[in-house]
């Protein structure tokens, strides 16, 4: 399977314990997006890298988060000290920006499950 | 500021029936792209189709079909004979010209098709 993948898929916590996601992106793809979505709603932009810079972040992300993408590849999201409102789906996603504005698709990964009990 | 407006939060069809799914947006860019996403499931987003703001011609694709108007900032998006593998929640999304994977998604219609 070439396409993003995300682990684990789903990841059971006690409020206040950290949590680390990974996200695995298609091969060759230079930029890299995380989404949050809860229950009944679109995602929500939270971030994204173009190769190993973050070039963006969203005030939803509190500095209870932080994200990573050493080596412009792989990347993780890590949540400290969860609280029951971090309960959501996280999403990632992958593109290929060229020099051409207007090619770049984003292909999305079966996100990872957060439940904060 | 970006916002889009999916007003129709479920709908229900009788497989064959015609649906159309509305979408609404609001940017002050000159140029941007809108995009329509299904999530089955499985959880996955499949792209379906973008469009830049230059390109106001209406779009089909099989039983799918995309009608877009700048002078209402609709991008409305109708499956014909629906089937039973139709039932997901459809997004619809807005991004500017410079970042596409940058997205304002709308809350979604989940579109429930009976046999």
New interface residues.
Partial sequence: DTGVSQDPRHKITKRGQNVTFRCDPISEHNRLYWYRQTLGQGPEFLTYFQNEAQLEKSRLLSDRFSAERPKGSFSTLEIQRTEQGDSAMYLCASSFQGALVGDEKLFFGSGTQLSVL | AQK?TQAQTEISVVEKEDVTLDCVYETRDTTY?LFW?KQPP??????LI?R?SFDEQNEISGRYSWNFQKSTSSFNFTITASQVVDSAVY?C?LSR????????????TQLTVWP
């Fill in positions: 889009v792209y996403y499985s959880g996955e987003l499949v792209f973008r830049n997004f999304a010209g410079s970042t596409l994977g940058r997205l304002y998604f709308g809350r979604g």
